[in-house]
């Protein structure tokens, strides 16, 4: 299998190409949407302590309601995605796919092993 679009429904569901050419749509797990707030240094320096404070307690207050609005937000594209004839499969178990490449993560892995292990430590 090869996966052509590492993100969510709606973006792939967006990209004619994908959909077209694809037609097959994989729920592994690893589409994931980073969703960062962020400020430059040269405006964060400028701001008192208090707005800071303001500005990140408010990005915790909307971590609940952002999670839950964008998964609402990605089941509702997936629906699209189906009722447009792609097909989605769903893995629930990924202990076969790591059996499957664990000698090639072993072979080639050693070169970025360090990351390999943050990265399978942080999906955790």
């Known amino acids: ?5 590492r993100k969510g429904a709606e973006a792939f569901g967006r990209i004619e190409e994908a959909r077209a050419e694809s037609g ?9 949407v980073s969703e960062v707030l962020m400020v430059s240094k040269v405006t ?9 404070k303001i500005i990140q307690q408010a990005a915790q207050d909307s971590v609940k309601f ?12 997936l629906a699209k995605l ?10 629930k178990d ?6 499957a490449v664990k000698s090639v993560i072993e072979k080639y892995g050693v ?3 360090a990351e390999l292990e943050a990265s399978a430590k942080s999906a955790k």
Not at 82 to 91: A, L, R, S, Y
């Open 1 to 5: 299998m090869i996966c052509g679009c």
């Open 24 to 32: 097959f749509y994989i729920l592994d797990g690893h589409q994931r």
């Open 44 to 52: 964060w320096d400028k701001l008192s302590d208090e707005d800071r």
């Open 66 to 77: 952002q999670k839950a609005a964008w998964d609402k937000f990605e089941k509702d594209a």
């Open 82 to 91: 189906i009722q447009g004839g792609v097909i989605v499969t769903e893995v």
């Open 94 to 99: 990924v202990t076969p796919w790591k059996a």
């Open 111 to 113: 070169e970025y092993k």
